[in-house]
């Protein structure tokens, strides 16, 4: 067999603002495809799902190493080898690495520990909504409600003082700015001046954890450093960088695409007044229909095979999740919104296999509670019409609104 050559601008601004067509061609075309550069591009949710569980063949420890290559970005690599080095952690570390790292990480996201929490995020979502009522009946969701809910949370969790949230929400932003885009070499060096900033403050969290720890996630892994665990301190900050990103910029993306699609589709707005056990159905199926990460890659760790079709040792392979949960063989009607899926649950929007992601249930409860939180306060959510309907930030990798005014009545 031969595997199909595509020629694919993934960063095409078209492609950013809806990449589902595209994605139906790609999975028509074949499970697994090749780009012009000699990239793997895996497109159906059978291939993904085969991927992603299959570690050992598919690694993800050099998932960041394409990051700000060539010598035009010297100077953005240049200040990032001043500080903290980027070492494999968890999301981007193989077993048996990744499995130590997770089983620390793991105790924070616990049911008991999740289940505290609960009232923490309810009573923060009541704050948040006063706010917004005192304000009028319109809102930027985003700044006033779907980006500071998980800021708050997953800072707490990771030492952060209340009146560091701005300047962390600042840290996390760049963290991910140039993902999936094109990034001129001046900017690439304000972000990675950033990434810097923000490896010193959780540097400075360490150290006074180290003195008092705390019952959280900054605890759990200081604890781990002290019981002979052996997480060095490269290791400990790439972890706190990752769950700070992740455990805030998910959540924030799932909240705002289910308030949006309320928000435009009244009669599911009306069903889920009428039955608020919907809410999880339906924040299940957003994560299929706007998946939040789009794709990951993945390095071929020896020569190997996919779908019947070789792949050499070195090879990269770029697993398409949002593809995945758009193909029709697993999601009929996958263009459609329907909350009453059999299979709702069956997404790879969390990953899948060793990778799941170990923070799924905090943003699960996140997202239900801030949605039932808005139910329960307004009588009617709509788009605000005074704006300009919400565009997806240009990044093919991280999809999202950058923002969504709506009227809260």
Known sequence: MTIPTIDVKFHDPDVIRNPYPLLSELRATGPLLRQADGTHVVTTYAAVREVLVRASDFSSANANKRMWQGDQYAEAQAVLRGTCPVVPALLTADPPLHTRHRSIVRQAFSPRRVAVLDDAIGAMTQRLVDAIVSTGDTAELIAAYAGVLPMQMITEAVGAGRDDIDQVKRWSDAFLAHIGRDVPPEEAVGYAVQRVELQEYLQARIGESRSAPTDDLLGDIVRAEQLGDGLSVPEMICILEQLLVAGNETATKLITFTAHQLATDSELQKRARADRSLVPSLLEEMLRFETPVQMKFRHVTHDTELRGEELPAGSTVMVLYGSANRDADEFPSPDDVNPDRPNVRSHVAFGYGPH???????????????????????????????HPRPEVRASFVHRGFDSLHLKLR
């Open 356 to 386: 799941l992601c170990v923070g799924a249930q905090l943003a699960r409860v996140e997202a239900r509670i801030a949605i039932e939180t808005l139910l329960d306060r307004f009588e009617s959510i709509e788009l605000d019409t005074d």
